[in-house]
């Protein structure tokens, strides 16, 4: 077996990685040319479709309007042994409606351990007053790279 076959994630660590992480970095292709990555909170559903929002007016809205291409990237670990990391492929989809960005923006507040299910109704009550000003950018799930340097077992 190859190394490259020995540190690859499984769908279910993929999985499980993923909703333990709150920041993903999402790169998007600047009209320079030049990759455009920016730190994100971000949902996830069970299908792994990953859910953002940002200002309607942002660079990362003006790069995905002319090329929907990005990279997703989650990665953790302080030495060799313990890089782990998965890399998504996809394309974006924006979704302008604010119901759907309101939805959104508590599902992420959610992710991130800031809002429990009982509180939605109040959350996205405050969320209303600047949802008005966002986007959702959705992102199918593409293809993926994966690694986790600590299934080597420190034999490198």
């Not at 490259?4 to 292709?29: A, L, P, Q």
């Not at 859910?51 to 989650?74: A, C, E, G, H, W």
């Not at 974006?92 to 508590?106: K, L, Q, S």
């Given at each position: ?42 949902a996830v ?43 998504i492929y ?65 034999v490198y």
């Amino acid at each position: 077996m190859s190394r490259r076959d020995k540190i690859r994630m499984t769908n279910e660590e993929i999985s499980g990685f993923m909703r333990s992480s709150k920041t993903m970095i999402c790169v998007s292709n600047g009209k320079s040319g030049h990759p455009h990555p920016m730190p994100m909170w971000f949902a996830v559903d069970d299908d792994n479709t990953v859910y953002m929002t940002t200002f309607r007016k942002s660079q990362k809205i003006n790069n995905l309007m002319n090329d929907p291409r990005v990279s997703l990237l989650v990665e953790s670990g302080e030495t060799y042994q313990e890089l782990k990391s998965f890399l998504i492929y996809t394309q974006a989809e924006i979704i302008d409606d604010i119901d759907t960005t309101v939805d959104v923006m508590f599902r992420i507040s959610l992710h991130r351990g800031e809002a429990t299910p009982d509180q939605e109704e109040a959350v996205k009550k405050n969320l209303y007053q600047t949802a008005g000003k966002r986007v959702v950018m959705k992102f199918p799930p593409g293809k993926i790279v994966s690694w986790d340097h600590s299934k080597l077992g420190g034999v490198y």
